[in-house]
């Protein structure tokens, strides 16, 4: 993605040690617009997701009310639009996103634009990241110049598309016409944990994990080079954003956060999903530029997803708009580079049972701590991301960490169910 490095990561700054607290779409996207865990703001899975979302105690709600006009544009959560496809969710100005089935599709989708909808086809400029993309510009430059802006824009791709379009054997949206021959020879990056050999140490779910076939191997490549396809997309949406803020005269003053709501698993530990609680699904890019943010910097403060609302409450002096508690605490500090202090964990959870197992844990700059409760004592991990970032020996019962586990799970027991200001703990 070379203008999201150019125009973002060059221009600001990177956190390395960045998380969501739960890998799938619904819980992580509610979380960043509260501000909360889903342990308190109730969305647990993707089914049924919206309906269960406090559209009263949202970030876009409380900058409405701050004096910002408030847009998004792309996807929302799953099962929005389902009973009403026109319906727009309280505290939004400006409305673009598909309903319902229309959610998954890269063609022949309809939009929701302000409560009418808008039917798109077949044609290579219905492309939906495309359609994303001169939507955003449009904000820009009609919205530039009277009043604060937050804009939320949430392209599908590198998700999978609806089932009944997809390929056989190959995972992964379609990518732009202009980019469906690229990367034809690109090759998977098989990281010592990729189809790993020996698992005999993790959890009972992973050990009944075969390991791959040819045929699954050719599989996870296939989506693999198509998921690479759809991001250039992104790219070119990016790249939009930015133009159309320096054109319009807002960008030395606009803060511009690039993220993802989960990761994803592309053979690694014999998997090929998002959900499970390693790196490759809970770690995700937070990149951000903006005023008094270091150039091409990084940072290793640990963040999660839950500390977004915080920042953007932060940056817009609103802090006191917020009607309910905040999980997370505002990363401006960091960003600006004006707090040396260190965070010690960010919660992990997960409560999907038809997603593998339902775990929690704790992530640290360190340790990764995850129990998997009422699966029995050898359903534990505990991993040393300094001596072994792919995440291939499981610490949890070994008599040299016995002491870190004995810590962890303490600290696990004491914020499983923080909320508010006993979430905000450091160390």
């Known amino acids: 993605m070379p203008k999201l490095n150019r125009l973002i990561r060059r221009r600001g700054t990177e956190l390395r040690n960045y998380y969501v607290s739960t890998p799938l779409c619904c819980p992580s996207r509610a979380t960043l617009l509260s501000g909360r865990y889903p342990h308190n703001h109730g969305v647990l899975t993707n089914d049924p997701g919206f309906p269960l979302f406090d559209q009263s105690a949202a970030v876009n709600l409380w ?29 939004w100005d400006e409305w673009n996103s598909p309903p319902g089935p229309s959610m998954y ?48 824009v949430n392209p599908l791709a590198p998700h999978d598309e609806n089932d009944a379009v997809q390929p056989a054997n190959c995972h992964g949206p379609r990518p732009a016409h202009r980019d469906r021959r690229r990367f034809r020879h690109l090759r998977v990056r ?28 050719r599989e996870i490549g296939c989506s693999y080079r198509r998921t690479r396809r759809s991001l250039l997309a992104v790219d070119d949406l990016v790249g939009s954003t930015v133009k159309a803020l320096r054109r319009a005269g807002e960008l030395k003053r606009t803060y511009v956060f690039y993220a993802s709501d989960n990761g994803f698993l592309e053979g690694q530990h014999r ?16 990149i951000v530029r903006g005023p008094g943010v270091s150039r091409g ?3 290793r403060q640990l963040g999660s997803n839950v500390d977004l609302t915080p920042t953007f409450l932060d940056i817009a002096n609103a802090r006191g708009r917020a009607t309910k508690p905040v999980d997370g605490i505002s990363l401006l500090p960091y960003l600006h580079g004006r707090s040396s202090r260190r965070r010690g964990y960010v919660l992990l959870e997960f409560f999907d049972p038809h997603k593998y197992h339902p775990y929690r844990g704790l992530q640290g700059n360190r340790y990764t701590y995850v129990q998997y409760p009422g699966e029995g004592a050898d359903q534990t991990e505990l991993y040393d991301l300094a001596n072994d970032p792919f995440q291939l020996e499981n610490l949890a019962g ?30």
């Open 398 to 427: 070994k008599h040299r960490y016995r002491k870190v586990q004995d810590r962890l799970r303490k600290e696990l027991r004491r914020r499983q169910d923080c909320s508010g200001r006993s979430c905000h703990r450091m160390r």
């Open 63 to 91: 900058l409405h009310r701050a004096g910002y006009e408030t847009a998004l544009i792309g996807k929302y959560m799953n099962f929005y639009g389902v009973r009403d496809p026109t319906e727009v969710p309280r505290g």
């Open 105 to 152: 599709l890269m063609y022949r989708y309809y939009l929701n634009h302000n409560g009418h909808l808008n039917f798109y086809g077949s044609h290579n400029s219905d492309y939906k990241t495309d359609v994303y993309r001169r939507l955003t510009r449009r904000y820009i430059e009609h919205s530039s110049g009277h009043q604060p802006f937050f804009l939320y």
């Open 297 to 299: 910097g990084s940072t």
């Open 190 to 217: 098989k990281t010592p944990s990729y189809n790993e050999r020996d698992i005999s140490d993790k959890p009972r779910w992973i050990r009944r994990q075969p390991r791959f076939s040819n045929a699954m191997k």
């Open 271 to 286: 998997l090929e999903e998002k959900a499970a609680p390693y790196r490759e699904s809970v770690q995700v890019p937070l």
